[in-house]
């Protein structure tokens, strides 16, 4: 999560950089570490750098500048070099300069493709973060005739930088070299990114005002007991979830909710004999009415979609408290939104859909661009959106949005939800603002599959129990 940039808050970076920085000093450092993955691509790909051809899509803007500036470094090694201009007129002036200086080369738009038919490798400086939409048709069809493995900058052209949804032409890359910070699009977009390797151009990104919307500080928003808490003023989280049938739902949001912080668990429902045979630190009831207080509650996991599962829901969306609804959960509102009814207008909501529960809950499926499905929802529903995925996308009713950095695909498994739910509700329990609480977990959760992994392939157990490792992990990041 940490360190994913929306495109509005790189260009405040860049323009407090630009302040401080000598004229054209950023495009320098950036095109510098662009032209060392080239040429190392280029070692990578034809066992050396010297003589090898390199091909250059330059567009209009700065993307394309880079694209040129990193064509002068790479003739200093030897390499052969082309740049395709797609607007002539508009070509950065400075990088083409600098270009033919070296003894580069630059061509028309018509004489592209057979420089593309010799070419080691390309590189797309077609746009970068300005760009929007999917290629125009000339540089699509150039694309298309490249076989070579391409080097995007910044972010593979035609793919939208702050939401990595693709709706035409657009540049797959094998590499793609990032400056300053990784944008949205690198994470949501890993098949057209390829590898993606980010150059220090010296962005001062740690600004506190902006940490506040776009990267979510895991280990400073962890809740750590104090000398004063005791087991009630950390957090109580009532997990209402499984059924005698099917314990597996209950066992799974209690542990983890066990596991994340010290806070109490309580647990309602029908499988209480397991969850506090599993779990002896649960205070375990029967039904919600009997649970006591909890300063948040987790609903959903295996409570099933008819009228108890209903009455459950209903019953925790009225006690004034903020609430997870999960799995069943989710089913119910879209199939009865009426239950929402009991829902005191200031008690936060967390939604947790996969594609499928959002399609239910939008009457469409998320699409390509998950970022403005997420918002979509968190408005119609006036909740924090969770929308789960490869990457997990969490999207607040005011517009904020995190991204969550995908570590592997071990957490599609039977269970991982559930427990991704008992951590939501733990950080609910403890007070965190519920789109913090959703983004954290998320966090904690995708970082917990993949320690689980190592002993791969591993399962929702294994999960829970690799919660604690996951915290101090992050923890131990910023410490
Ligand atoms: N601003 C900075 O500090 C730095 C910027 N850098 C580079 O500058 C890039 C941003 O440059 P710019 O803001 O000049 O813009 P871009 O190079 O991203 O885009 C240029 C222009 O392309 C046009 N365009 C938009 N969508 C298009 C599409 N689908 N097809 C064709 N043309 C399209 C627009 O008119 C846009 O202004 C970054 O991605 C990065 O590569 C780097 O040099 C590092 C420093
Ligand atoms: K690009």
Known sequence: MQGIWTTERIR????????????????RRASFGLAVQIADLLEDHTGGVSGRR?????GSGDNGGDALWAGAFLRRRGVAVTAI?????????????ALKRAGGRAVSVADGPQWIAQADVVVDGIVGISGRGSLRPDAARLVELVEAPIVAVDLPSGVDPDTGAVDGPAVTAARTVTFGALKPVHVLAPAHCGEVVLVDIGLELADPDLQRLDVVDVAAAWPVPGPDDDKYSQGVVGIAAGSATYPGAAVLASGSAVRATSGLVRYAGHAADVVRAQWPEIIATGTVADAGRVQAW????????????????????????????DADATTIIAKSPDVLDAR????????????????????????????????EAAKKYDAVVLLKGHCT??????????????????LATAGSGDVLSGLVGALLAAGLDPWLAAAAAADVHSLAGAIAAQNAPTSASGLVHAIPEAIRAIRSLTS
């Open 344 to 375: 005191d207008p200031d008690t936060p909501l967390v939604l947790t859909p996969h594609a499928g529960e959002y399609e239910r809950l939008m009457g469409r499926k998320p699409g390509a661009d998950r970022v403005t499905a997420a918002r």
């Open 12 to 27: 405040e970076a860049e323009g407090r950089a630009f302040a401080v920085t000598p004229e054209g000093e950023l495009m």
């Open 85 to 97: 201009l797609l607007k002539p007129e508009k070509a950065h002036a400075k990088g083409l300069a």
């Open 393 to 410: 996308v969490i999207a607040a009713p005011d517009g904020r949005v995190a991204v969550n950095k995908p570590r592997g695909a071990w």
């Open 298 to 325: 987790v609903v959903g996991p295996g409570i099933g979609t008819g009228a108890e599962g209903r009455d459950v829901l209903r019953y925790v969306l009225g006690q004034g408290v903020p609430v997870c609804a």
């Open 54 to 58: 390199v091909v250059l899509l330059a």
